[in-house]
Structures are given as structure tokens and as C-alpha cells.
């Protein structure tokens, strides 16, 4: 039997709960515990009671009587360290939601988990779980292709007013004691696919690199403290550019779009127009490595494999995410965030819900995608 604890209940941790009622019959698993402070609020809170779940308001109240295998942080980025330092002291390996964590105090505070403690952790970025992701960095790693010249990715998500305004922290710094929390449009919807240019660049099946920052620009157009758009370029040290574009004041849904350009090879995926990731060598024939999207839930069984089977390895652990949680706080400290000019920000109606929208960001942000440049200044203000 696995014995899990679910820290969150609502939004990502309802569909954890989902998953494990729902998909997991392959193995014998019990929810040994459910905390979250507002758990009343959750979709679930009475199917929690008629299987009588066990409820707790904190990690610490939990472990005063519970024992889990797994602790499943998906709670808000601003638990993240402390909840997963609470489970791995009382004995139980993590699987801590993405982002791993923000700013640095707490970048330092997990950095040190590894020496500390005995049970592993692993961040729920699912590309870096995906078959397809898996064996593209196997073929990478093995010289397949040559030299990498560049990474770039194009994420166009329209996120509605609701998203923005469904809880206390989206879109913020820092809570109001002070705790870092940097959500922004690169730190959560879309942190998975800049997450993912740093993981194909590791040296290792397991690790990622930290690129150097070269040019950013920020902006931002909905009603929040931090950005909801980013354009960044940076390189790794052996030379290749990393390049992210990514935006939530948009009309039209896009992406992720991503090509990585080596010496032999051109890698390209496109999530609404080719589902699969696809390598073209310079000679014309193609590998095709499938959908990194068709698997999203692999972070999870492995997790749970890894209980049953403690030698399997597994690709993403604290030290794998903290490079993006680094870059995150990077722009943060490097870079202003630019509201749009106020008179092309509107809001319009994306899939009958109010978005906030700037004319014409959608065909700004392919062109800046296609020749990797940043966020024209004459679209903002000060
Ligand atoms: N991997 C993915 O694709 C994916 C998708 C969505 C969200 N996420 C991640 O999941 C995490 C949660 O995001 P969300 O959008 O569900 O947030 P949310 O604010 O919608 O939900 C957070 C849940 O945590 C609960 N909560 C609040 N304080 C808590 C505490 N101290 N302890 C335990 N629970 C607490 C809330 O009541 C709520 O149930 C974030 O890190 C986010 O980036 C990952």
C-alpha cells in the first residue's frame, strides 16, 4: 500500500485527486491525508468526506499522527519549500508542483534538501517526464544532431479575468507578510516550456543549465503586480541561445511552438498544428519522437514506481528546476515590468470569458518568436 498526503485540493490538487481516484488502479494506494486551510472551498470537499479522507489544515498537523510514502505539494509557489521540508523530515520522498519554489532564500533552503535528507523529490514538470522529451535528450546527449545552435519557444495562452482572480496570489510578488512568490506568465502556465530548453540543454539526463541573460523585455497589461508577458534571449556557456517568448494578453491560443536548431538537425514541435516532435536532418529524412503532451501524468507513476522500485532513476529532481527558479528571480531583480500602452489594451471575450487583450500582441509576439527579438519598447509605456 502507498500512503499519500495532498497538500491543495482545489484548482491543480483537484486534478491530482482525480487522477489518483480515477487512473491509478494499477496500484494500491491510500489518501491518507488532505491538507489545505480552505479545503470547504474544493470541488471535492464532499467527495473527500464520503470517503472519508482524513482533513488537515497544515503539513505539521498532518504528521502528528499520519505517515505518508508521498507528499504531493500543489499548493501555492510560496509553500512549496516549507511543505516539502515538512515531508521529507517525517520520512516521505515529494513530488512538489511546479515552480519548485521562488526567490532565493528559498532557492537556497531546497538547494540543500539533497545532503539533508533521505526520500527524493521530484518537480511536476511533465514535458521532463515524457517519453517523447526523454529520448529526444537521450539522442541530444549522444551527439545525434551536432552542436546546438539555438532553443526557442513561443507560448500565446489567453488567461481570463477569473484565472487571475482565483486566488490571493496569481500575478503577485510577494504575499502580504513578504513571502516570494513571483507568479508571473513564465513562472506558471507557461514555466513548463522554458523549463524545458533548460532541461534539453543539461549535460545529464537529469540535470539543466542555468543560461546567462542577454536581452528581456517585460510587460504587462491585465490588472497584476507582476508580468504577463516576456520576451527573453540568453545563452548557455557552450554557446547556444536560449530564446522564450510568451504572453497572456493575447486573442487566439497558440503554442507551445518550439524549434531547437543543431549543426545536422532541426528538432520542431507545434501544438496545434503538429502534435508530435519532429527532427529533420540536413539530408531531409526525419525521426519523429511523439507527443510530449500525451503523457502528463508519467511524473506521477514514476513517482510511485520509484516507491515500489527504489533503483528506478528519475529526470527531475530539485537541483533539474531550480535553474528556472534562478532565472526567475533574474528578471525579477534585472528587469522593469512595462505596462502596455493603455490605449491598445481592451478586453474582449476569449471562449465567453473577459480577457484582457493588447491589439495586436498576437502577431507581435510570432514575429519577435521568428526572429528572436524582443518586445518592440514603442508597444509600452514607462
Ligand atoms: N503541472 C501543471 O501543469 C500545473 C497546472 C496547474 C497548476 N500547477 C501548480 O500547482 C500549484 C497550485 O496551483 P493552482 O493553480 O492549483 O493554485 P490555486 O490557488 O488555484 O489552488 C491552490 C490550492 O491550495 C490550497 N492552499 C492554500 N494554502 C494552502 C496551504 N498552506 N497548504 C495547503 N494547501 C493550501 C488552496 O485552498 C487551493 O485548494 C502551483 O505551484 C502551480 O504552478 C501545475
Redesign the pocket.
Known sequence: MIKIVL?????????YLRFLWDHCQDYEIDIAGV?????E??PYYQTLQEKNIPLFN??EDFYQTGKADLAII????Q??AS?TEIALMNGSNVLC???VCAGMEDIERMAGFKDKYKGFVEV???WSYAEAILDLKKDILAGVFGKAEYFKTLVSWPRSHAYFN??N??GKIKTQSGQTILDSVAN??T??YLHNMFFLSGKTMSEAVLPQIEDCVLGVANDIENFDTVTVRSKTNDGTVIYFAAAHPVAVNKGPVFELKFEKATVTYHAQEQQEIIAVFGDGSQRSYGDPSAT?WRKLTMCLDKILHPENELPCNIETALPHAKFMVQLYQLYPVRRFKEDSIRIMEVRNAPVTVVDGLDETMQKSYECMSMLPGDRLGR
Open positions: 497538500a491543495g485540493s482545489s484548482g491543480y490538487g483537484g486534478v491538507v489545505d486551510p480552505y479545503v472551498k474544493s497544515s503539513m500543489a499548493s501555492p509557489i509553500f512549496h511543505q508542483e511546479k515552480p511536476g514538470y511533465q482565483r486566488n496570489w496569481a506558471n502556465a514555466a513548463h502528463d
